[in-house]
């Protein structure tokens, strides 16, 4: 019996895979222009990482992590996220700040697989480290919604802030006392409340009809007064922004600015394409100096769903020979096309000229470029406008 891929496990190929390329590129660009650089880190990374940045009381470490014992009894884990990783890069190799650091890849979280939501996703993420102030806020927003921008889509961001450590605490002191009123909650919920509220608002089990204390109010004037800045600049320049005082983020790392970025043309459950914030305590946690900082993480597979450009690809010439004596005329001939940066083809196995030549319309060749015995005597070649029918004789 044939071997099958794991459940949630997808093999991407043809168009789709081109799309995900044509998505990486088109952020690749922004972000060149935001004078980023890239950065590859391991895909198995200590458990201990995520346990430190993400939290031992989120979804992603209780229940979504691809961990288990390496050969030498070391707890090891398929990375859930980028962020932890970038950051411990960052500080494993005493690289100062200010750091502007981007990547691409695979992501592992296990989770029920459905539409939008698969067990290895591809994020880009862009981390902005060492940088404050409401402007860094504002260009990691732009940042992120530029690309998608570029890419056509209809979205809309959503942000919010968690405000400083201090508001954050005395918001969160709020809200416990706030839900130890309510019976509506999840039994995760439940536990929550006490341990860490914040958590609550970010629960995804329907039902909780809750209208908790709004976060702008435990905050200061000065915080204020950025937070409506931020959002003022951001209209300015032209991005969709809505306040959202529920939005908190499934990450513990997360302090100050929150925000998502929403598909309007995917489903609820997983319409949210990109999401980041303001994480100030990151790299300290994570035995750096403390040093602000600001990143997100774009799902390049929901974005995929969504974005219908077609891949753009060269016009592509196809090579066929009148006989089997000409093949290595013809792979001469073909290889000569790519020289010259031309999409080129052929098939390598023995088949008639018409054979051939149906192949070559069926892999959709804008042009056909047909040798025989005496194009091989004049070092030329016939070519073949297949929308046209014309030919006409090009010398090599
Ligand atoms: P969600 O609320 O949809 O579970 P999240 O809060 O877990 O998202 P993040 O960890 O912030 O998401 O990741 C950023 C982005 O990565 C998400 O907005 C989403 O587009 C994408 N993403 C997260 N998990 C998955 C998954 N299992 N499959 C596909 N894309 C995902
Ligand atoms: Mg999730």
């Known amino acids: 019996m044939a071997v ?36 590859e880190t391991p895909i198995l990374e200590r458990v201990a990482l995520f346990v430190r940045s993400v939290g031992e009381d989120t979804d992603i470490v209780q229940k979504q992590m691809f961990a288990f014992k390496d050969r030498g009894g070391r707890d090891v ?30 992501m592992f979280r296990a989770e029920r697989p459905q539409r939008g939501r698969y067990r290895q996703f591809y994020q880009i993420g862009a981390e902005f480290i060492g940088y404050s102030g409401y402007l860094a806020d504002v260009e990691g927003i732009l940042s992120a919604y530029l690309p998608l921008k ?7 961001v959503l942000i919010n802030t968690l ?28 536990r929550r409340r006490r341990t860490n509220p914040l958590r609550v608002l970010d629960c995804k089990v329907d039902g909780h009809r809750i209208s908790p204390p709004d976060i702008l109010d435990f905050v200061d004037e000065r915080e204020r007064e950025n937070f409506n800045r931020m959002m003022e600049t951001l209209r300015e320049w032209g991005v969709p922004v809505r306040r959202d005082r529920n939005l908190v983020r499934g990450l513990d790392y997360y302090t100050g600015v929150v925000f998502e970025i929403k598909s309007k043309d995917l489903d609820a459950a997983q319409s949210t394409i990109l999401a ?5 305590g990151l790299v300290e946690d994570l035995g750096g100096k403390p040093t602000p900082a600001f990143g997100w993480a774009a799902g390049v597979d929901r974005i995929a769903l969504v974005y219908d450009g077609r891949p753009e690809r060269k016009p592509l010439y196809f090579v066929v020979r009148t006989s089997e004596e000409l093949r290595e005329y013809a792979f001469y001939v073909l290889m000569r096309l790519r020289e010259e940066g031309k999409r080129a ?9 018409k054979a051939q030549m149906r192949y070559a319309h069926r892999v959709g060749a804008r042009w056909v470029v047909i040798v025989g015995e005496e194009e091989y005597e004049r070092g030329m070649y016939r070519l073949k406008d297949m929308e046209t029918g ?7």
């Open 4 to 39: 099958k891929a794991l459940r949630g496990f997808r093999d991407i190929y043809g168009e789709d895979w081109e799309k995900f390329l044509r998505i990486y590129e088109t952020f690749r660009s922004t972000l060149d222009l935001f004078n980023f650089t890239w950065i």
């Open 77 to 106: 884990v398929l990375r859930p996220e980028g962020t932890a990783g970038v950051i411990r890069a960052f500080v494993e190799h005493g690289m100062t700040p200010p750091k502007r650091l981007a990547y691409f890849g695979p």
């Open 150 to 156: 570029s890419l056509g889509l209809n979205v809309e």
């Open 163 to 190: 405000g400083s450590a201090e508001a954050k605490r005395r918001y969160s002191q709020a809200l416990r006392e706030y839900l130890a009123g309510v019976d509506d909650l999840c039994e995760d919920c439940k």
């Open 276 to 280: 980041g914030g303001r994480y100030d």
């Open 345 to 353: 083809d052929m098939l390598h196995e023995r088949r008639s000229l």
């Open 390 to 396: 014309e030919e006409s004789l090009v010398a090599l």
